[in-house]
């Protein structure tokens, strides 16, 4: 009985290896048929959570008015803490309303999207989108706040996406200075940042510089939606001369608040 | 000689938790740690690994052989919902539990320092043997920013909402406090 276990196990963890060693792309094909099964769950725990957030609203604000006069009305209270709650969409909807007017204004052919799910663990930055293959999205679609870049899918099913950030370890986003100068690549340093690689040591890159995407068209997977050019990913904070002084890098500050990314927004075309 | 007590868990009703429990709680668990960090922004930054803390609490209740399958589905399911390769969760946290299953009959289980002491350590393991097998496929990543950004904070608060969620289990469980 026991050997007939550790077979099993070997077979497992042998398995798993295997499936390891094959393309990434059997990968996301496994995972895309998955996932689609949970999207419902995804969307109805996000509305759940929506549901939470208000009522953590009303509580935080009920509990503030409440110290500050014990003896105020019941019904006073209610209407307080149903303008904060009022506030608090209003400002949501200002911030959506001002991400898709930049798109709009920068030439953008977007549709908004909201997030319903985030990476499970810290090692990867991915989004899980309610916009997938249905909707115009395909593997290499660009997703952005406002005219700031967020990220590009890499897997789409059905109704929902999965969006790798550019602050993923794995991202490598061909960049340019707004004005076409230097050029290079950004990918993800120091957690939460972002560092422009493989600067020319020759070009003249200074803090404040805004960096954008660069289009190279389609180099390396024939099926992937090329990256727009012109979409701002960030501005200049620092720059350094790497190691060898063959080239130089440079640390951004993307104007993107990712930890609260709720709303964003698709570019179907431009 | 019998040693067991009336008011002492007793060894042969201790029931292993089956796949049709498992299975479920795991899917619940990553279901959790996907979605939280949309609902509560603080979740963001101190992030409770669920899925580590179902494989431990199964874990320790199974032998070698249960834990470490219990670690693969927990790992698969993670695979599943996150943007990397399949097989680098299952295999880390497969070996996770087969440790766990390994040293679990010597370990005094009823001890709320024991599974605290657990948890810690599968959360610091677990980056380790993430970091691994990624760098077995050439995938590098920043062991020592993860560490001392996440893994820390992430272990602690594991071995918090772990302890509590164990302890409330058994008490559920047993109809009376197991502590």
Known sequence: ?270 | MNSWRPGWEHPTRRRAQGPATVLPVLLGCVLLQVTLPNSISLYEALRVQFVLIAIVYFGLEKDWFGAAMTGVAGGFVMDIFSGGRIGVYALSYGLIGFIIGGVQERLFKDNLLTIATVIVGASLLSPFLVFNVLGLYGVELDLFGQFTGRVLPSAAANAIVGCTLSSLLRRIRHGRSAF
């Not at chain 1, 290896?17 to 094959?22: G, I, K, Y």
């Open chain 1, 1 to 270: 009985m026991s050997g007939k276990r550790r077979r099993i196990a070997v077979v497992v963890f042998v398995g798993i290896f295997a499936f390891l060693s094959l393309p990434i792309v059997v990968s996301r094909s496994v995972k895309e048929a998955v996932t689609g099964f949970f999207t419902p769950l995804f969307s109805l725990s996000r509305s759940i959570g929506d549901k939470l957030h208000e009522i953590w609203v009303v509580a935080f604000h009920s509990n503030n008015i409440v110290r500050e006069s014990v003896q105020r009305e019941r019904e006073t209270l209610r209407l307080r803490a149903e303008l904060a709650l009022a506030r608090e969409k209003i400002k949501e909807m200002t911030a959506f309303d001002s991400q898709l007017t930049a798109a709009v204004r920068s030439g953008l052919e977007v549709i908004p999207a909201r997030v319903i799910g985030r990476e499970p663990d810290s090692w990867y930055q991915t989004l899980l989108i309610d916009r997938g293959v249905k909707d115009g999205v395909g593997r290499g679609t660009s997703v952005v706040y406002g005219e700031n870049l967020v990220g590009r899918v890499i897997e789409a099913g059905g109704r929902w996406s999965r969006v790798r950030l550019i602050l993923d370890p794995h991202s490598a986003i061909p960049a340019m200075t707004f004005d076409g100068a230097v050029t290079g690549l950004v990918v993800a340093g120091r957690p939460r940042q972002l560092r422009m690689t493989y600067i020319e040591h020759t070009e003249k890159v200074s803090a404040g510089d805004v960096v954008a995407t660069a289009h190279l068209g389609k180099v390396l997977s024939t099926d992937e939606v090329p990256l727009p050019q012109g979409l701002t990913i960030g501005r200049v904070v620092s720059v350094s001369q790497e190691e060898g002084g063959l080239y130089q890098s440079a640390t951004l500050e993307s104007a993107v608040s990712f930890r609260n990314l709720s709303e964003v927004l698709v570019v179907v075309a431009k």
